[in-house]
């Protein structure tokens, strides 16, 4: 109707597009646009400002110049920063031909990018138990010679198997002798092909390499072969061997807004999974193709220390835990369930654009995010 008002009476261009616009703005064709509408900043600790543009517009964009007016309490900020705040020069809201603008600014304060909630619980022993047997050196070389140490264990080929070990002169600490104890071991191929050699102080060790049933027969003997003078003293078993278990362990996540929440995630254990860390590794892979837990976290391993990782951070929850059970008694076990890192949601400012009438219609409130993330 304008459009032909304004044919017929020689109207000029500038005032029939004022009366188009002001037509789409009285039939509902009126909008707040806000920009920017989300925005992004580093965590800071420095006073800053940011500034939002604000445009009254039809739905295809074209601004309502025509509008010029200054709305009371048409604008308000809020901050959900700890030690921060965020303010605006005033409330007023003023429009020159359909645009206006608000500086936020916040003051110098720890504005922060929010901390990811990490649970950690550990895993304290695997399906099994590697036996362990020591022999301890006393007294170092005075003498270039040879000394023997006879390996006795059932299953091992050759055993006993004795091993010739070189000593010199200069081996005149009990850790220079164990250390060329643990050589001469690990290059034999019956004792490396069930043990692991190693020394620490002068105490030479031999650590199964797989879990296994207590072996009784398991034993270091000892001649100074060669009168090197070189003393040991008796054959220890350290730590008792134990067989490897296969089953079910199934570990319960519980977290607030989780869906399925307390979420059971069961893991198949073999007997050959016996060291903290194959553990860790499982119940990773696990927590991680389940689509609940996965949903919002991200499980990792480091040595059996299986750490659940918020993926977006958030106030702490104070109901996130794992729970463990062996449900076919394979010998697994856990510590308890630790908040290791508490929760901090990402701190935001938020400037809200009040709800007006212009010419009769309702334009709904619009608001400018900012989030402080790294």
């Known amino acids: 109707m304008a459009d032909y008002i304004s044919k017929r009476q020689g109207i000029q261009p ?8 002001r037509d789409k703005a009285a039939s509902g064709d009126i909008v707040f646009v806000v920009s920017p509408s989300t925005v992004s900043t580093s965590p800071t600790a420095a006073a800053w400002t940011r500034t939002v543009g604000v445009e009254v517009q039809t739905a295809a964009g074209e601004v309502h110049n025509w509008y010029s007016k200054a709305i009371t309490t048409g604008v308000s900020i809020a901050a959900t920063s700890n030690a921060g705040t965020a303010t605006i020069p005033s ?40 036996q362990v047997e020591t022999i301890t050196c006393t007294t170092a070389a005075t003498n270039a010679g040879n000394i023997t140490l006879a390996i006795t264990s059932a299953g091992m080929t050759n055993s006993p198997k004795d091993v010739v070990v070189a000593v010199l002169t200069t081996d005149n600490t009990v850790t220079k002798v164990a250390e060329k104890c643990v050589i001469a071991l690990n290059l034999d191929a019956d004792v490396s092909s069930k043990f692991v050699a190693s020394n620490v102080a002068g105490a030479v060790k031999l650590t199964a390499i797989s879990p296994a049933t207590n072996d009784a027969t398991l034993a270091f003997g000892f001649t100074d072969t060669g009168t090197t ?13 134990v067989a490897g278990a296969a089953g079910d362990v199934t570990m319960t996540i519980t977290s607030a807004g989780m869906t399925n929440s307390p979420k059971a995630v069961v893991v198949a254990v073999a007997a050959t999974d016996f060291t903290v860390t194959q553990i860790g590794d499982l119940m990773t892979e696990a927590l991680n193709d389940d689509v609940d837990v996965s949903a919002k ?22 109901t996130l835990a794992f729970g463990y059970v062996d449900t076919d008694t394979t010998g697994v076990t856990f510590g308890a369930s630790t908040d290791t890192t508490a929760g901090v949601a990402k701190e935001t400012d938020t400037l809200t654009v009040a709800q007006a009438t212009i010419l009769g219609y309702t334009i709904a409130a619009k608001t400018s995010v900012e989030t402080f993330e790294a």
Request: hydrophobic share 50%; aromatic share 4%.
């Open 14 to 21: 500038a005032v029939k597009d004022e009366m188009l616009l």
């Open 229 to 241: 003078l070189v003393e040991f003293g008796a054959s220890t078993d350290t730590t008792a061997g």
């Open 297 to 318: 976290f991200v499980a990792s391993n480091i040595a059996g220390a299986v750490k659940l990782t918020a993926i977006v951070p958030a106030a702490n929850d104070a």
């Open 91 to 130: 409330t007023t809201l003023t429009f020159d031909e359909g645009k206006a603008s608000v500086v936020v600014s916040g003051d110098a304060a720890a504005w922060l990018g929010g901390i990811a909630q990490v649970e950690t619980i550990t895993c304290t022993k695997g399906t099994g138990i590697q």
